[in-house]
Protein backbone atom coordinates (compact mmCIF):
# COMPACT_ATOMS: atom_id res chain seq x y z
CA UNK A 1 0.00 0.00 0.00
CA UNK A 2 0.63 3.61 0.08
CA UNK A 3 2.40 3.67 3.86
CA UNK A 4 4.66 0.28 2.72
CA UNK A 5 5.98 2.57 -0.65
CA UNK A 6 6.70 5.74 1.42
CA UNK A 7 8.65 3.65 4.22
CA UNK A 8 10.77 2.23 1.48
CA UNK A 9 11.65 5.49 0.01
CA UNK A 10 12.55 6.56 3.68
CA UNK A 11 14.76 3.76 3.99
CA UNK A 12 16.12 4.69 0.60
CA UNK A 13 16.49 8.20 1.50
CA UNK A 14 17.91 7.43 4.56
CA UNK A 15 20.87 5.95 3.51
CA UNK A 16 21.39 8.03 0.58
CA UNK A 17 22.01 10.83 3.52
CA UNK A 18 23.92 8.52 5.55
CA UNK A 19 26.59 8.09 2.87
CA UNK A 20 26.44 12.21 2.27
CA UNK A 21 26.61 11.81 -1.14
CA UNK A 22 24.16 10.36 -4.30
CA UNK A 23 24.90 10.93 -7.75
CA UNK A 24 24.75 14.56 -7.71
CA UNK A 25 22.80 15.09 -4.16
CA UNK A 26 24.48 16.89 -1.67
CA UNK A 27 24.27 15.70 2.34
CA UNK A 28 21.98 18.40 2.77
CA UNK A 29 19.58 17.57 -0.32
CA UNK A 30 19.22 13.56 0.59
CA UNK A 31 18.72 14.98 4.30
CA UNK A 32 15.42 17.25 3.56
CA UNK A 33 14.50 14.41 1.68
CA UNK A 34 14.28 12.03 4.73
CA UNK A 35 12.69 14.91 6.85
CA UNK A 36 10.24 15.53 3.84
CA UNK A 37 9.85 11.48 3.78
CA UNK A 38 9.29 11.29 7.78
CA UNK A 39 6.72 14.31 7.41
CA UNK A 40 4.64 12.45 5.15
CA UNK A 41 4.58 9.59 6.83
CA UNK A 42 3.76 10.74 9.86
CA UNK A 43 0.59 12.46 8.57
CA UNK A 44 -0.20 9.08 6.86
CA UNK A 45 0.22 7.66 10.04
CA UNK A 46 -2.35 10.21 12.03
CA UNK A 47 -5.08 9.89 9.53
CA UNK A 48 -4.97 6.11 9.89
CA UNK A 49 -5.27 6.80 13.32
CA UNK A 50 -1.37 4.35 14.49
CA UNK A 51 -0.59 6.81 16.85
CA UNK A 52 3.17 4.93 17.79
CA UNK A 53 3.94 4.87 14.31
CA UNK A 54 2.89 8.49 13.40
CA UNK A 55 4.72 9.69 16.98
CA UNK A 56 8.09 7.55 15.91
CA UNK A 57 8.13 9.39 12.38
CA UNK A 58 7.77 12.98 13.32
CA UNK A 59 10.09 12.69 16.15
CA UNK A 60 12.18 11.73 13.63
CA UNK A 61 11.18 14.47 11.34
CA UNK A 62 11.68 16.83 13.99
CA UNK A 63 15.11 15.73 15.03
CA UNK A 64 16.54 15.76 11.62
CA UNK A 65 15.07 19.21 10.88
CA UNK A 66 16.89 20.43 14.74
CA UNK A 67 19.78 19.05 13.34
CA UNK A 68 19.74 20.93 9.96
CA UNK A 69 18.45 23.64 10.98
CA UNK A 70 15.22 23.75 8.89
CA UNK A 71 12.82 25.77 10.56
CA UNK A 72 9.91 25.52 8.65
CA UNK A 73 10.74 21.64 9.05
CA UNK A 74 10.39 21.78 12.48
CA UNK A 75 6.75 24.06 12.21
CA UNK A 76 5.44 21.02 9.58
CA UNK A 77 6.68 18.65 12.33
CA UNK A 78 4.70 20.98 15.11
CA UNK A 79 1.96 20.80 13.07
CA UNK A 80 1.90 17.50 12.35
CA UNK A 81 1.84 16.67 16.56
CA UNK A 82 -0.66 19.37 16.80
CA UNK A 83 -3.00 17.00 14.55
CA UNK A 84 -1.85 13.77 16.24
CA UNK A 85 -2.96 15.77 19.67
CA UNK A 86 -6.06 16.44 18.45
CA UNK A 87 -7.30 13.09 17.18
CA UNK A 88 -6.38 11.85 20.75
CA UNK A 89 -8.34 14.53 21.82
CA UNK A 90 -5.52 16.21 24.10
CA UNK A 91 -6.74 19.22 23.37
CA UNK A 92 -4.20 21.57 25.03
CA UNK A 93 -1.43 20.18 24.15
CA UNK A 94 -2.72 20.20 20.56
CA UNK A 95 -3.16 23.93 20.84
CA UNK A 96 0.72 24.18 22.05
CA UNK A 97 1.81 22.86 18.94
CA UNK A 98 -0.30 24.64 16.90
CA UNK A 99 0.49 27.96 18.44
CA UNK A 100 4.28 27.06 18.07
CA UNK A 101 4.03 26.05 14.51
CA UNK A 102 2.10 29.34 13.80
CA UNK A 103 5.12 31.90 16.11
CA UNK A 104 7.53 29.85 13.20
CA UNK A 105 5.49 30.40 10.59
CA UNK A 106 5.37 34.02 11.50
CA UNK A 107 9.16 34.56 12.01
CA UNK A 108 9.38 33.33 8.33
CA UNK A 109 6.84 35.24 6.90
CA UNK A 110 5.26 31.91 5.36
CA UNK A 111 1.51 32.81 5.08
CA UNK A 112 0.33 29.69 4.01
CA UNK A 113 1.47 27.82 7.51
CA UNK A 114 -0.15 30.89 8.95
CA UNK A 115 -2.93 29.70 7.68
CA UNK A 116 -3.11 26.35 8.49
CA UNK A 117 -2.08 26.77 12.07
CA UNK A 118 -4.65 29.40 12.40
CA UNK A 119 -7.35 27.63 11.36
CA UNK A 120 -6.45 24.62 13.09
CA UNK A 121 -6.85 26.63 15.93
CA UNK A 122 -9.76 27.74 14.73
CA UNK A 123 -11.23 24.48 14.50
CA UNK A 124 -9.70 23.96 18.36
CA UNK A 125 -12.64 26.41 19.48
CA UNK A 126 -15.08 24.43 17.50
CA UNK A 127 -13.93 21.47 19.63
CA UNK A 128 -14.87 23.63 23.00
CA UNK A 129 -18.33 24.44 21.42
CA UNK A 130 -17.40 27.95 21.06
CA UNK A 131 -18.24 28.75 17.81
CA UNK A 132 -17.63 32.91 17.65
CA UNK A 133 -14.30 32.10 18.23
CA UNK A 134 -13.74 29.59 15.66
CA UNK A 135 -15.36 32.33 13.28
CA UNK A 136 -13.09 34.81 14.30
CA UNK A 137 -9.90 32.34 13.85
CA UNK A 138 -11.37 31.04 10.57
CA UNK A 139 -12.01 34.71 9.13
CA UNK A 140 -8.22 35.64 9.80
CA UNK A 141 -7.25 32.73 7.79
CA UNK A 142 -9.20 33.07 5.29
CA UNK A 143 -7.22 37.30 4.97
CA UNK A 144 -4.54 34.93 5.12
CA UNK A 145 -5.61 32.46 2.12
CA UNK A 146 -6.40 35.90 -0.16
CA UNK A 147 -2.93 36.78 0.56
CA UNK A 148 -0.90 33.90 -0.89
CA UNK A 149 -3.50 31.66 -2.54
CA UNK A 150 -0.88 29.99 -4.75
CA UNK A 151 1.85 29.47 -2.25
CA UNK A 152 -1.22 27.89 -0.05
CA UNK A 153 -2.25 25.44 -2.85
CA UNK A 154 0.98 23.82 -3.57
CA UNK A 155 2.16 23.28 0.18
CA UNK A 156 1.59 19.30 1.11
CA UNK A 157 -1.78 18.05 2.67
CA UNK A 158 -3.53 21.43 1.54
CA UNK A 159 -6.49 21.72 -0.77
CA UNK A 160 -6.51 22.64 -4.33
CA UNK A 161 -7.99 25.78 -3.30
CA UNK A 162 -6.97 26.96 0.33
CA UNK A 163 -9.59 30.26 -0.11
CA UNK A 164 -12.07 27.75 -0.89
CA UNK A 165 -11.57 25.73 1.83
CA UNK A 166 -11.56 28.54 4.40
CA UNK A 167 -15.23 29.51 2.75
CA UNK A 168 -16.73 25.90 3.26
CA UNK A 169 -15.12 26.04 6.99
CA UNK A 170 -16.87 29.40 7.60
CA UNK A 171 -19.92 27.60 5.92
CA UNK A 172 -19.98 24.99 8.45
CA UNK A 173 -19.56 27.20 11.26
CA UNK A 174 -22.24 29.24 10.32
CA UNK A 175 -24.53 26.70 9.42
CA UNK A 176 -23.89 25.12 12.96
CA UNK A 177 -24.52 28.82 14.39
CA UNK A 178 -27.95 28.06 12.59
CA UNK A 179 -27.12 31.20 10.62
CA UNK A 180 -28.14 29.44 6.98
CA UNK A 181 -28.03 32.39 4.94
CA UNK A 182 -24.48 33.59 5.91
CA UNK A 183 -23.49 29.24 5.39
CA UNK A 184 -25.01 29.23 1.74
CA UNK A 185 -23.70 32.41 0.73
CA UNK A 186 -19.79 30.97 2.14
CA UNK A 187 -20.52 27.11 0.89
CA UNK A 188 -21.67 29.27 -2.80
CA UNK A 189 -18.38 30.95 -2.98
CA UNK A 190 -16.53 28.07 -1.89
CA UNK A 191 -17.79 26.02 -4.81
CA UNK A 192 -17.13 28.85 -7.28
CA UNK A 193 -13.53 29.09 -6.69
CA UNK A 194 -13.07 25.34 -6.80
CA UNK A 195 -14.89 24.85 -10.38
CA UNK A 196 -12.44 28.16 -11.50
CA UNK A 197 -9.59 25.92 -10.12
CA UNK A 198 -10.71 22.66 -11.57
CA UNK A 199 -11.34 21.34 -8.26
CA UNK A 200 -14.11 18.55 -8.67
CA UNK A 201 -13.67 17.12 -5.12
CA UNK A 202 -13.56 20.84 -3.84
CA UNK A 203 -16.34 21.81 -5.20
CA UNK A 204 -18.71 18.50 -4.47
CA UNK A 205 -18.08 19.19 -0.85
CA UNK A 206 -18.90 23.03 -1.13
CA UNK A 207 -22.05 21.63 -2.79
CA UNK A 208 -22.83 19.46 -0.04
CA UNK A 209 -23.20 22.32 1.83
CA UNK A 210 -25.64 24.29 0.28
Not at 74 to 79: G, H, N, P, T, V
Not at 126 to 131: K, P
Request: hydrophobic share 40%.
Amino acid sequence: GAVQDLERYLGIVSQRADRKLFLNKTFDESRQEEIEACQVLGFAYVRMGDVGSASEALKRALALSHESGDRRGEARCLEGFGRLFRALWILRRAADHFERALSIYIELQDKAGESRCVTALGLMHLCRLDTRGCLRCLEEALALCKQTVQAAAAEPDHPVCAEADCLANIGSVHREMGELEQARAHFARAATLCKEQVDPAGEARALAGL
